[in-house]
């Protein structure tokens, strides 16, 4: 079951898969809802002075709900 703060795996719009934390759950966690995720950009050339920067990604449907090769979340 999908909550806040637990690590999915976030498919971005090319397939590379990419560790990430729920930052927001939107529908019953337990029927693969759309959720809101964070994570670490690994461009080296992305570093601020908090360290590697982040990117979020908003309204992610479970890799049930999506057609598409990317742009979607698994467990």
Request: aromatic fraction near 10%.
């Amino acid at each position: 079951m999908v909550a806040v703060g637990k690590r999915v795996t976030y498919v971005d719009s090319v397939g590379q898969p990419h560790d990430a934390l729920v930052t927001a759950v939107w529908g019953e966690p337990e029927q693969n809802p759309a959720i809101n995720v964070v994570v670490v950009n690994l461009d080296e050339g992305q570093r601020d002075t908090y360290g590697q920067k982040i990117e979020r990604f908003t309204s992610v449907v479970h890799k049930t709900n999506q057609s598409a090769h990317g742009f979607y979340w698994t467990e």
